[in-house]
């Protein structure tokens, strides 16, 4: 006879595989923000498009330091995750919207990067806000 758990106690598997996800993601995402913006600083006009009359319109260089610094936070918070504190989570999906919104500004400089990171930052915003919990109910937080 083995011993399994009952109905009650189970945790969804797929659940806690999404919010291993998005901790993950933001860890990931958070390097690249941060590879953005050093490339930003070092690089300047030559590696990144420059289109003016863009709403949003920064120099490279204080997109760099945006990006560094949103980075490290993002990278931190994806961190903070895999505690299963509900503060984490909370400061994660600030976050990870975070994360789209400057995304969604630095179109003009690397269109196809943001998209790419726009994509991660709402699957990584549907995780948390969907399955977040049921990680700290599967460790027994």
Sequence with gaps: ???TPS?????????VGWTAFAGIMMIIAGL???MAGIAALVSDEEFFIVD????YELNTTAWGWIHIIVG????LSGIGLFTANVTARIIAIVLAGLSVIVNFA???YYPVWSIVMIAL????LWALTTHGDDLA???GI
């Design 1 to 3: 006879m083995t011993d």
């Design 7 to 15: 109905p009650s106690n189970d945790v969804n598997a797929w659940a």
């Design 32 to 34: 690249f923000h941060a």
């Design 52 to 55: 003016s009359g863009w709403v």
């Design 72 to 75: 490290a936070i993002v990278l």
């Design 106 to 108: 630095w179109l003009p």
């Design 121 to 124: 930052g709402v699957a990584v």
């Design 137 to 139: 109910r599967s460790t």
